[in-house]
Nanobody, 125 residues
């Protein structure tokens, strides 16, 4: 089992950058694929990015891949999501999630067993 805690959200002006963190408990963190999702009120949680167990493989939502970078440090049990050139439409609650499945199923939120509580990102224009 793993517990996830997101941090790093906040209020940012458009054009700025943020680095979100997802800190995990447990000594088997390196066995989990980790994904980031975001959600706005009234909408379903949508896939943003995912990273494989050893960090060698990443997936991104196509329209975000130029501004979002996912990375991980298994020695620190942490996954990052760096967001550049923030836009007002990036405003959302961002969640990290972990699954024992590989990245071939990482785009589907239903495939994840563990979720954090989310961190809010608000981008002002």
């Amino acid at each position: 089992q793993v517990q996830l805690v997101e941090s790093g959200g906040g209020l940012v002006q458009a054009g700025g950058s943020l680095r979100l963190s997802c800190a995990a408990s447990g000594r088997t963190f390196s066995t989990y694929t980790v994904g980031w999702f975001r959600q706005t009120p009234g909408r379903e949680r949508g896939f943003v990015a995912a990273i494989s167990r050893n960090g060698a493989h990443t997936d991104y939502r196509e329209d975000l891949k130029d501004r979002y970078t996912i990375s991980r440090d298994n020695s620190q049990n942490i996954v990052y999501l760096q967001i550049y050139n923030l836009k007002p439409e990036d405003t959302a609650n961002f969640y990290c999630a972990a699954t024992l499945r590989d990245t071939s199923q990482a785009l589907d939120s239903a495939r994840y067993e563990y979720w954090g509580q989310g961190t809010q990102v608000t981008v002002s224009s």
